[in-house]
């Protein structure tokens, strides 16, 4: 068995002396582990870090073997993505909600949208945005997508500003005036009628990770036994805390 793809880093673990266990989400082949010969040595080191994109080629005798990863580096952003704590932490928590999906099984806009992601992840705040919008593909990927297209209540595509915790659909500011104090708020860059060309605040992407949290825990998490990860609260108060400083001055 062989075949060639392209893979980001999720993950290494060690193996033996000098050989490392290599986790990737490639593009064709999903989520996929593999045995790099040499991996836990200093040549190999920095290339296998989290949110590298390498090439790699997998060779096994059967199928449903660990097999052996072979490897070349083609975007090595470990480097200079670690500056910067926002990024530890998200890369952590992204690798974290990719191990959600069946390994082995293909999910190429998941894989596109991650790598997109990483190829931009230098602003704080717009890496908030971005790894809400990958939470919510997340949920959908997994079978518990949000329908924030229309109005639960009244149909109406407009003006939606709310969510409901039950049912996962947006509701308009109209229709969701009553019970606003029960309903989940819904940002502006998650509504398909605004692209959040007039900016976003802290308080945004807060209620944004509140929206997705809530479904990723009930939906996904918890019938697993998990709960969030600490990456994941360690990377909203590294993105939220500058802005909130900013505001302040």
């Known amino acids: 068995m062989e075949w060639t793809d392209e893979g980001i880093v999720l993950g290494v673990r060690r193996h033996g002396e000098s050989s490392a266990i290599v986790e990737l989400l ?25 949110g590298n994109t390498v090439s790699a080629v997998w060779r096994a005798r059967l199928d449903e073997h660990l097999g052996y990863y072979a490897v070349e580096g083609t975007r090595l952003r470990a480097a200079t993505m670690f500056g910067s ?11 974290s909600l990719v191990r959600l999906l ?6 190429e806009d998941i894989y596109e ?33 949000l329908d924030l297209s229309s109005c639960a209540a009244s149909g109406a595509v407009n003006d ?7 049912s996962g659909a947006a ?4 229709a969701g005036e009553p019970w606003r104090d029960r309903l989940l708020r819904l940002p502006p860059f998650l509504r398909e009628s605004d692209d959040g060309a007039n900016g976003w605040s802290g308080q945004d992407i807060e209620d944004g990770f509140r929206l997705t949290g809530l479904f990723l825990l009930r939906n996904v998490l918890e019938p697993r036994g998990q709960g969030h990860s600490d990456a994941r609260d360690g990377f909203i108060a590294a ?11």
């Open 26 to 50: 490639t593009r064709s082949h999903g989520r996929h582990l593999g045995l790099v010969r040499g991996g836990a040595g200093s040549r190999m080191r920095p290339l296998l870090q989290p």
């Open 85 to 95: 704590p926002h990024a530890v932490y998200g890369v952590t928590h992204m690798a």
């Open 102 to 107: 069946p390994e082995r099984d293909p999910h």
């Open 113 to 145: 949208m991650l790598e997109a992601i990483l190829n931009d992840f230098d602003d704080a705040g717009m890496a908030g945005v971005q790894l809400v919008k990958f939470e919510l593909a997340m949920l959908t990927e997994l079978g518990f997508g």
């Open 160 to 166: 939606l500003i709310y969510v409901s915790p039950k």
């Open 171 to 174: 509701v308009s500011r109209q």
């Open 239 to 249: 993105v939220i805390r500058p802005r909130v400083r900013a505001v302040a001055e």
